[in-house]
């Protein structure tokens, strides 16, 4: 079986050239998909939550990829919320300096246009590029591929387990529905 990739895929964890490769580049992938899930309902609302991740009351989730450096990324519920994200946009560069509540950037859906915040304090590492050309990824898979940002240091301190974000869920849905 031969596999060719055009463009480096991003969940990219090695990158070779073996002799029997002629010049290609080959990959060797690692899955950005969680590997253990909760299942959550409330009213009209269901999603699979990684419990891999530490979950923001603005509907963020952070998930540490190596020591200090966190992948960023919205939960499905505000996905829901936001409704399409037809366009987004940084205003911070790689290695910039950033804090927790910073406004790193934007995004636009069809319902509106809001700051994109950061969740940590360090330094902004990088944009997820393969949004650029698919939007649709956050929607879609908002907890692997869907990821917004990657940024090096301490995650928002008030950063909650998967089981406490359950519980917030379930006081924000229930407001909701009243």
Request: hydrophobic share 35%; glycine share 8%; proline share 6%.
């Amino acid at each position: 079986m031969k596999f060719f990739v055009a463009q480096p895929p991003s969940a990219v964890i090695s990158v070779f050239r073996p002799n029997h490769s002629r010049g290609r580049l080959c990959y060797i992938l690692m899955s950005f998909e969680p590997t253990e899930l909760i299942s959550y309902k409330r009213s009209r609302f269901q999603t699979r939550l990684p419990k891999d991740r530490l979950y923001t009351v603005s509907h963020f989730w952070l998930w540490q990829r190596e020591p200090s450096l966190w992948r960023v990324g919205f939960t499905r519920f505000a996905t829901r919320m936001l409704g399409e994200i037809v366009e987004h946009g940084f205003e911070v560069k790689p290695g910039q300096p950033v804090h927790v509540g910073q406004t790193i950037g934007w995004f636009e859906g069809f319902k509106a246009r809001s700051d994109l915040y950061c969740m940590v304090d360090g330094s902004f590492i990088n944009g997820n590029s393969a949004l650029d050309g698919d939007t649709t990824l956050i929607d879609k898979k908002p907890y692997a591929e869907g990821w917004l940002y990657e940024a090096r240091g301490n995650p928002e301190p008030k950063g909650m387990m998967v089981e406490g974000y359950i519980e917030f869920l379930n006081a924000t849905i229930d407001k909701m529905t009243q």
